[in-house]
């Protein structure tokens, strides 16, 4: 008697073969395609060489995403097509130069995975222990591109970061959101012998009713990274560590309870800094730093104008400065590109009235 299984079995392969001779016939096209697209940015890496023009356009890569939504006929989900351009894009710009981008590591951290979500995979990556050492690596021409933390949706602004654009010579050219999922992670999965749970500070203060109500007698230890804690959960089993399933696999622990953040919707905002500066894409914000005069309505006179020619501010935080005179500096976001003539107009008008004024460059908005 015949076995049903391996009958069943060849009757699948049978209707199979017709269609995956066509997926066959259609990756043929796929990759007769992607290769003269790689020949096309390989001429393009040759007139940018003639003219000394940067290799990464965060606006031309803006365009070209904003083109495959817009022209996409389904039934592929447009945000998926996207994160596949960004890989064909960061392919193809490997074709043309090997971009380097330095990001606080080590592997494992949020920012790296920020870090390949705006330049895809094929890039040098330089990992930094501090945000100090990534804006040095960038100015010192160590790497073209950096990405750093800037804020997060819960615990607020990301103070070293904020400082060391007030006094650096580099520009914004990208930001990247993240959505931040953390998970309790432990080398074999039983939490019994642990006593203490390692994360970033960030990360302990994000996941704080969580662990007061699952680990209220456990010491809780601030490390440099969550990655960094994952390593050292990774050598020491009394060591639990709160970092993404990312680091969790890089560091074979065991996922104890993922998604432990108290804020379902907590979300990281970073920045990509560089010397370059970026030009104009299809939705763009402009990041400048402004002190006023310290006399009252002084704040809502300087930016007067922005309500005048129409600009929408994004955000606005405070820093306390450290000079004498001014009390505070303000750092905003708004929306529109400094080559864009209402916004020219409208910063002019600031400038002149400022008692510092600093543009820390316009970029791509990604949501
Ligand atoms: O259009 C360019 O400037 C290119 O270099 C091509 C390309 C692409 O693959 O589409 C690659 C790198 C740039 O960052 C932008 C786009």
Redesign the pocket.
Known sequence: MSDPILNDKSEVDKDLAPIRAQIDAVDAQLLHLLNE?AK??QA??HV?QKHAQP????E??AF?LQKIAAQNPGPLPSHSLQTLWRE??SI??AM?EAVKVAYLGPAGTYTEQAMYKQFGHAIDAIDCTTVDDIFRTVEADGAAFGVVPIENSIEGAVNRTMDLLLASPLKICGEVSLAIRHSMLHKTGDMSGVTTIVAHPQALAQCYNWLKQHYPHIEQKPVSSNAQGAQMAAADPSVAAIASDIAGTKYALQTVAASIQDDANNRTRFIVLAKQLCGISPNDKTSIILATPNKAGAVYALLEPFARKGVSMLRFESRPARQKGWEYFFYIDFAGHIDEQHVREALAEIEANAAFYKCLGSYPVTS
Do not use: Q, S, Y
């Open positions: 697209r096309l940015a393009v890496g940018k290799v990464f356009r965060p031309r890569e070209v064909v894009m193809c710009r043309e």
